[in-house]
C-alpha cells in the first residue's frame, strides 16, 4: 500500500501553537485540529513489533531537534480527530496504530486516545522522546531517548517505565540507562547516507549487544525492504 502523504492546508481562525490549535480547552481532543505529517499502512520496521502491519499517524512538532531526525516538520495537514480516525479506519484490517512523529505527546491526551480506541477498535502505541507524561491508557510504550545526541538533549527525560526501551547507538555507555524499567531493551544502529560509515555503525551496534546481552538488536527493516 503506497504512502499517503498529508500536506494540505486548512484555513482557520484559531489560535495555533506548535503543531495544535485549541479552540476549547475544557474538551481538547473533540474540537482540536492535529498537524499531522502523514498517515499510511505498513509495516512496524523496529523493536519489538518488527514486522507487524500498522497504521501510522505521525506528528509535525517536536522539542527537540536531534541531527539525525528525518521528519519534515513543516509538512503538514490540520485535521480533526475524526478526521484522523477516517484515515485510519480505511485499513480495517491493521491491528495496530502507532503515534509517532515528531514527539506525539506534545499533542495527545487520555481522551484523543479513548476515542481512537473506540472508534477504530485497534490497539495504540506511541513512539516517545520520553521528555513529556503520556496519557495513561496506551497499550503500547515505545520509549527512545535522545538525550545523549546533539539536539536531543534540549529537555530532560521523565519517563521512567516504558514496555520497550529502544536506543539509538553511538557508542554511548549503556549505563544510563539502567533506571529506565522496561520490559525490552533494543538497540539499533545510527542509519546514516554514507555506506561505510553505516557499516561501522551497525558492527558497533552488534558488539554492543554481544557485552550487554540484556539488550537486543533493532534493525530496521523498512529501509532493507524499501518501504514506508
Same mark, same amino acid.
Given at each position: 500500500?503506497?504512502?499517503?502523504?498529508?500536506?494540505?492546508?486548512?484555513?482557520?481562525?484559531?489560535?495555533?501553537?506548535?503543531?495544535?490549535?485549541? $479552540?476549547?480547552? %475544557?474538551?481538547?481532543?473533540? #474540537?482540536?485540529? /492535529?498537524? *499531522?505529517?502523514?498517515?499510511?499502512?505498513?509495516?512496524? @520496521? +523496529?523493536?519489538?513489533?518488527?514486522?507487524?502491519?500498522?497504521?501510522?499517524?505521525?506528528?509535525?512538532?517536536?522539542?527537540?531537534?536531534?541531527?539525525?531526525?528525518?521528519?519534515?516538520?513543516?509538512?503538514?495537514?490540520?485535521? $480533526?480527530?475524526? %478526521?484522523?480516525?477516517?484515515? #485510519?479506519?480505511? /485499513?480495517? *484490517?491493521?491491528?495496530?496504530?502507532?503515534?509517532?512523529? @515528531? +514527539?506525539?505527546?506534545?499533542?495527545?491526551?487520555?481522551?484523543?486516545?479513548?476515542?481512537?480506541?473506540?472508534?477504530?477498535?485497534?490497539?495504540?502505541?506511541?513512539?516517545?522522546?520520553?521528555?513529556?507524561?503520556?496519557?495513561?491508557?496506551?497499550?503500547?510504550?515505545?520509549?527512545?531517548?535522545?538525550?545523549?545526541?546533539?539536539?536531543?538533549?534540549?529537555?530532560?527525560?521523565?519517563?521512567?517505565?516504558?514496555?520497550?526501551?529502544?536506543?539509538?547507538?553511538?557508542?554511548?555507555?549503556?549505563?544510563?540507562?539502567?533506571?529506565?524499567?522496561?520490559?525490552?531493551?533494543?538497540?539499533?544502529?545510527?542509519?546514516?547516507?554514507?555506506?561505510?560509515?553505516?557499516?561501522?555503525?551497525?558492527?558497533?551496534?552488534?558488539?554492543?549487544?554481544?557485552?550487554?546481552?540484556?539488550?537486543?538488536?533493532?534493525?530496521?527493516?523498512?529501509?532493507?525492504?524499501?518501504?514506508?
Amino acid at each position: 500500500m503506497p504512502r499517503k502523504t498529508l500536506n494540505k492546508r486548512r484555513g482557520t481562525a484559531r489560535r495555533e501553537t506548535t503543531g495544535l490549535i485549541v $479552540s476549547c480547552p %475544557e474538551s481538547r481532543s473533540l #474540537v482540536s485540529m /492535529y498537524k *499531522i505529517n502523514e498517515i499510511f499502512y505498513s509495516l512496524q @520496521g +523496529e523493536g519489538y513489533h518488527s514486522g507487524t502491519s500498522a497504521v501510522f499517524v505521525r506528528f509535525s512538532g517536536c522539542n527537540l531537534c536531534c541531527a539525525f531526525c528525518d521528519t519534515q516538520h513543516q509538512v503538514g495537514e490540520m485535521m $480533526s480527530l475524526q %478526521e484522523i480516525v477516517a484515515e #485510519v479506519n480505511k /485499513y480495517p *484490517i491493521a491491528p495496530l496504530i502507532v503515534l509517532t512523529g @515528531g +514527539e506525539p505527546s506534545l499533542f495527545i491526551d487520555e481522551a484523543f486516545v479513548a476515542e481512537l480506541k473506540q472508534k477504530t477498535g485497534k490497539t495504540i502505541a506511541i513512539e516517545t522522546n520520553g521528555t513529556r507524561p503520556l496519557p495513561n491508557n496506551l497499550d503500547w510504550v515505545t520509549f527512545s531517548p535522545k538525550s545523549s545526541f546533539v539536539g536531543g538533549d534540549a529537555e530532560p527525560c521523565v519517563l521512567k517505565r516504558c514496555d520497550e526501551l529502544k536506543v539509538v547507538y553511538l557508542g554511548q555507555d549503556l549505563a544510563q540507562y539502567d533506571d529506565i524499567e522496561a520490559k525490552y531493551r533494543f538497540l539499533q544502529p545510527c542509519f546514516v547516507e554514507d555506506l561505510e560509515q553505516r557499516k561501522v555503525n551497525m558492527q558497533a551496534c552488534v558488539e554492543a549487544v554481544k557485552s550487554h546481552p540484556n539488550w537486543r538488536l533493532s534493525l530496521q527493516i523498512h529501509r532493507v525492504l524499501n518501504i514506508p
